[in-house]
């Protein structure tokens, strides 16, 4: 490929997805047929050509895949057989299965969708780390589902009856059939994509001309009713399955899910129109217009992705990049007023970042860069309990709540299978390209096999614990290239060094540090960001605020005091019932702190090498992701310090 091409095939930019890809594969792929182009600042690489070093993201990555291998194939496809009555026809029968429970158990009409999940968690852990096993599994629950499919004989597959379908096109209650037949239909994308799965393609194509055959006769009262119930990403799945075969059918489905009761709004530029709409029924709905603009240039479509994305940020989004209040949007005027048990759902940020990565890729703006970042480490990191890889629905940020963590067999909640995806994925935002370019975005130990310019990259890091990154390069010969190094608004001045000699910086934050040389076998970039404390306070109420330490969230360990046993972990046979969860707070637990909010530096000092600060209150700040299985406080009400 031309080192200064620019104009890049858009066909073939994956999306980010929960709703489907969470990943890219790349852009130039044959995988792709439909040919569209829109010019892109920045081109996101595929996952296998990132391999993360050790840190507390390759932990997570870890413990990760470890749950994902104690759940076997036969249990997640449990729920399809059972429904289909493929049990019946299977001449040699099935052993016994245990069967998972919480929102897969058999009387739970939101069943299948984790398998839908794990369809894309093996194809990216195979993708990421080359193991074998994730491919191989990831084969064997496609080939499930193929036979399950050839049962129904319609080219319907779903772990629940078609009857699900009709009563949402009736406007009968019914819970989320076609959110749960999203996951199914992004998964196997996914492992067409990231597993190089032909059979995967064949099922969904058949999942795809069923749902065409079944909605194209429906008129727009209809339509309109049934695009009330929440849907996921379905639509990103058509424009990606479309992508993929060029087949217009896909298309129409993907235009047949667009909700103008939501998306007609967002044209006008107008912040209130969130009122109190569930959030994550809200942003898939955003990523399938990201995903319009890429396969069709309509500029309405990226306008659109872009304010909402925005309006997300300046006004919606807590200190450590989460959103939402009892899963809702809320009136931002009293953001203050919303640090309950249940905010930070996350999906929600699981799809704010995939939402990110398609507005980085058309603009490479340090801005989205910076949330990335920040959702990345004090959510997504944070969301996974190191002592047993269970993950948590919410980031609650009411004072002395607790994170509330899934069990191994009986939650499978939403955001147990987004999770599944997310920490299989940490390589996706740490490097970007575009022509000779090299974005540098993270600071999350790793190394790049950078084909198109025939260069290994190496970063090594303690990022947040220490300033310094170091990026080594390994060449098959001299190569010139511009290194992109992001200057994060959280940032002091920092100080670049190439091969040992300064070099100067001339750029603010906000922006790419441009480092443009003939690169050779050994060369070596240092960096030292340097860090430093800041209260961010609530947009409503300046006495409200977070202790930050560079994109960090600080938080104080509370304890234990009151929690349930076996804490934190929520009774299994309780699955749905996170919203009146009782934290038991105690009644003695204090958030008042005495700061100098313009100097926090002066009332906060950082104690040894650890990322661990003391108060002049005697409070232990520490960060919000190390805090497990006790209580803390995150957000304060700031008493004024006298510091003269």
């Not at 600071?443 to 220490?466: A, G, K, T």
Request: aromatic letters at 12%; glycine letters at 6%.
């Amino acid at each position: 490929m031309s080192r200064n091409l620019f104009l890049l095939v858009v066909c073939t930019l994956l999306p980010a997805g929960i709703l489907a890809q969470s990943a890219y594969p790349g852009l130039h792929t044959p995988k792709y047929s439909h040919k569209h182009c829109i010019e892109l600042a920045a081109e996101p690489f595929s996952p296998s050509d990132v391999r993360l070093l050790p840190s507390r993201f390759t932990e997570n990555l870890q413990r990760d895949a470890a749950w994902m291998r104690s759940l076997s194939v036969d249990r997640l496809l449990h729920s399809f057989r059972n429904t289909s009555g493929i049990y019946a026809a299977h001449e040699g029968g099935y052993t016994a299965v245990k069967k998972l429970g919480g929102w897969e158990s058999l009387d739970c009409d939101i069943r299948g969708h984790t398998t839908g999940h794990m369809l894309s968690a093996t194809a990216l852990m195979y993708s990421a780390t080359g193991e074998e096993y994730f491919r191989q599994k990831g084969d064997s629950l496609v080939n499930g589902l193929a036979a399950v499919q050839r049962v129904y004989g319609s080219g319907y597959l779903s772990a629940f009856p078609e009857e699900l379908v009709n009563r949402n096109i009736r406007g009968e209650r019914v819970w989320v059939p076609w959110y749960t037949l999203h996951k199914i239909v992004s998964g196997l994308i996914d492992q067409y994509l990231y597993a190089d799965n032909n059979k995967a393609l064949e099922v969904v194509t058949k999942m795809g001309q069923w749902a065409y055959n079944k909605l194209k006769g429906i008129d727009e009262p209809t339509r309109a009713r049934m695009l009330r119930n929440e849907f996921g990403g379905i639509p990103e799945s058509w424009w990606n399955l479309y992508a993929i075969t060029g087949n217009e059918q896909f298309r129409f489905l993907a235009t047949f899910f667009y909700h103008n009761a939501v998306i007609d709004p967002l044209k006008q530029n107008d912040r209130t129109t969130f009122g109190t709409k569930h959030t994550n029924t809200f942003i898939p709905k955003v990523l399938a217009e990201a995903r319009r603009y890429e396969l069709t240039g309509e500029e309405e479509a990226a306008a659109l992705s872009r304010f909402f994305f925005e309006a997300m940020l300046d006004e919606h989004t807590y200190a450590p990049g989460s959103l939402s209040d009892k899963e809702h949007f809320f009136d931002p005027q009293h953001l203050s007023e919303h640090l309950s048990g249940v905010t930070g759902e996350t999906c929600c940020t699981y799809n704010m970042l995939k939402l990110a990565r398609h507005l980085f890729a058309w603009h490479a703006d340090v801005r989205v860069a910076d949330y990335y970042e920040r959702a990345l480490y004090n959510h997504i990191l944070g969301g996974q309990d190191p002592a047993t890889g269970m993950i948590s629905y919410f980031l609650p940020l009411m004072s002395g709540s607790h994170k509330v963590y899934s069990t191994p067999e009986h939650s499978f909640w939403c955001c147990v299978g987004s999770s599944f995806e997310s920490h299989a994925k940490y390589g996706e935002g740490i490097y970007y390209h575009q022509g000779d370019n090299l974005f540098v975005n993270l600071f999350i130990p790793s190394e790049l096999h950078w084909e198109q310019q025939q260069m290994r990259v190496r970063l090594e890091s303690n990022f947040p614990h220490s300033e310094q990154v170091k990026l080594t390069l390994e060449t098959r010969q001299p190569t010139r290239a511009t290194i992109r190094l992001r200057y994060p608004a959280w940032s002091g001045k920092p100080e670049v060094r190439i091969n040992g000699r300064r070099f100067p910086v001339r750029q603010e934050a906000g922006s790419y540090i441009a480092v443009t040389h003939t690169w050779h076998t050994g060369d070596c970039i240092e960096v030292r960001y340097p860090m430093s404390l800041r209260v961010e306070a609530t947009p409503d109420n300046p006495n409200r605020a977070a202790i930050c330490y560079g994109p960090i969230v600080l938080a104080a360990r509370c304890g234990t005091e009151g929690m349930e046993a076996p804490a934190p972990y929520s009774d299994p046979t309780k699955h749905n019932d996170y919203y009146t969860y009782d934290y038991h707070v105690p009644a003695t637990l204090n958030d008042d702190l005495t700061v100098d909010a313009l100097h926090p530096e002066a009332t906060i000092v950082r104690e040894g090498e650890q990322l661990r600060f003391r108060t002049t209150d005697g409070r232990i700040l520490e960060p919000l992701y190390d805090i497990h299985r006790e209580r803390y406080i995150v957000y304060w009400h700031l008493k004024p310090a006298n510091t003269k």
